[in-house]
């Protein structure tokens, strides 16, 4: 299974960019790169998903090197209500091969 | 309005009970699971199931038990052979591939 590692936390300030990295050195060739944001007492929700290079959509990007090892989750001008949990999940969603990792508490400050 | 729901919100129940949490899914999604999130933790899979009258154990499954008789729908029971029940616990359903829906939790205490 792949394990991830990513920053147990982060600050940020409003207005800014912020980039959280995941990496996942196990990555296998069949597993996708799934980022989700909880915020206390919900469930995740979904961002962004990714196999390769580079995908962007309304609210996220995520940038993925050809290795694959790792990906980058870049927030565009967070505001105080991106302040969440943000977890990179790595595996096929449909089955058992995933792993959730430990996510990334972002703070934004005003 | 398509969604997941989970009943009840919050749950008490005293040690060597057992208890079940609900979770309903309109989205016509095949696979759903049963994740436990314990405080300042990740989610932890207790069970999956990718068809009906199929279920799968995840990582943490000693001390629970689901069933899976209809595609909408996905209990959970907590038996008293669970040492730490009292969690919060999340339900999620997703389409083949594709990412998971998550319903808004239930809080389980036990005392």
């Known amino acids: 299974l792949a394990k991830t590692t990513q920053p147990i936390s982060m600050d940020s300030y409003e207005g800014q960019e912020v980039n959280i990295t995941c990496s996942h050195n196990?990555?296998?060739?069949?597993?996708?790169i799934t980022w989700y944001q909880q915020f206390p007492s919900q469930g995740p929700r979904f961002i962004i998903q990714?196999?390769?290079t580079k995908v962007t959509n309304e609210v996220a990007s995520l940038f993925i090197p050809a290795d694959r090892k790792s990906s980058t989750l870049s927030l565009p001008r967070v505001s105080l209500s991106d302040t969440a949990v943000y977890y990179c999940?790595?595996?096929?969603?449909?089955?058992?091969?995933?792993?959730f990792g430990p996510g990334t508490r972002l703070s934004v400050l005003p | 309005d398509g969604g997941i729901t989970q009943s009840p919100k919050y749950l008490f129940r005293k040690e060597g009970q057992n208890v079940t949490l609900s979770c309903e899914q309109n989205?016509?999604?095949?696979?759903m699971y049963w994740y436990r999130q314990d405080p300042g933790q990740g989610l932890r899979l207790i069970y999956y199931?990718?068809?009906?009258?199929?279920?799968q154990k995840g990582d943490i499954a000693e001390g629970y038990s689901v069933s899976r008789e209809k595609k909408e729908s996905f209990p959970l029971t907590v038996t008293s052979a669970q040492k730490n029940p009292t969690a919060f616990y999340l339900c999620?359903?997703?389409?083949?591939?594709?990412?998971?829906?998550f319903g808004p939790g239930t809080r389980l205490t036990v005392t």
């Open positions: 999620a359903s997703s389409p083949h591939n594709d990412e998971q829906y």
């Open positions: 196990n990555i296998a060739t069949n597993d996708y």
């Open positions: 990714g196999y390769k």
């Open positions: 999940l790595v595996g096929e969603t449909y089955g058992q091969n995933f792993v």
């Open positions: 989205l016509n999604h095949d696979a």
């Open positions: 199931s990718q068809i009906v009258n199929d279920f």
